[in-house]
């Protein structure tokens, strides 16, 4: 059995100065991966040094220093690691780590916002194209697991304030909502809310507004399987109990 965690930490050098090795001993994953590490390459392995008996994957921003980037952990060694889509247009803030396993691929990604007054809502759909077309591709050689910030509420059990946000707020529009459905309909399983169709669990809360403490929360972090493998998942999970960041950590364990 694998236990699989993905947590936007929000800035890496930011929660290692919380109670965050602590959180990750007790959580004890055989595979960890980041979104929002805001850092260089460098500056994001040098913190995780801190975290022995890892594999350390790094992928920072290349067009603004402190913004984005992603990492992947793991117990076992990949066969290989690739880094971005091998599009220039999607390939400049870090945003995806593909791991090959001997059976699997673990893909990490942090999906773009699309930003204050839905600036970027169109470059949104064009990544979520791009990002779903990369997925199949890997699926054409073995079956896919898929973790991270996906920036979209796909539900309104997903996020606590539906009907205000919808169609205005970055996470919540129709056009992001379908973008999350195709995959689905490409055949990924949403672990979580397969396993609890009904249940009200949040992983994201803005700081700002003291969500958290009020759980006015979003649902934006998920683990997607293929369907061929979500008979091996014996368990999706919200670790709402660690803080840390604006968001908190979510998990599947599996029988790989």
């Known amino acids: 059995m694998k ?21 990750v001993a007790q959580m004890d994953p055989d595979i960890l991966c980041f979104q929002e590490t805001k850092a260089a390459v460098e500056e994001v392995r040098s913190a995780l040094e801190l975290l022995p008996g890892y594999h350390v994957y790094v992928n920072s921003s290349k067009a603004r220093k402190g913004y984005s980037g992603t990492a992947i952990l793991s ?14 247009e ?7 780590i593909t791991a090959e396993f001997a059976t699997y691929f673990v893909v990490t990604v942090y999906t773009p916002n699309s930003g204050e007054g839905l600036a970027r809502l169109d470059y949104r759909e064009r990544w979520d194209k791009e990002f779903r077309e990369h997925l199949l591709w ?14 979209v509420a796909h539900q309104a059990i997903d ?4 009907k205000e946000n919808y169609n205005k707020s970055a996470g919540y529009t ?15 399983v949403d672990t979580f809310r397969r396993f609890y169709p009904e249940q009200v669990k949040y992983s994201y809360w803005d700081y700002v ?48």
């Open 3 to 23: 236990h699989f965690v993905n947590w936007n930490v929000n800035g890496i050098r930011s929660i290692i100065k919380k109670d965050f090795l602590k959180d």
């Open 75 to 88: 117990k076992e060694e990949p066969m290989q690691v690739t880094y971005d889509l091998g599009l220039e």
């Open 90 to 96: 999607h390939d400049q803030e870090g945003r995806v």
């Open 138 to 151: 890997l699926s054409r050689r073995k079956p896919v697991i898929v973790c991270g910030d996906l920036n």
């Open 159 to 162: 996020i606590a304030r539906a």
């Open 174 to 188: 129709q056009r992001e909502i379908d973008g999350f459905t195709r995959l689905l309909e490409a055949g990924f």
């Open 209 to 256: 507004t003291k969500a958290r403490e009020k759980n006015v929360g979003w649902r934006i972090d998920y683990f997607l399987v293929a369907e061929s493998l979500m008979n091996k998942v014996q368990e999706a999970a919200i670790y709402n109990e660690y803080h840390g960041s604006d968001h908190c950590p979510v998990a599947i364990r599996i029988d790989l």
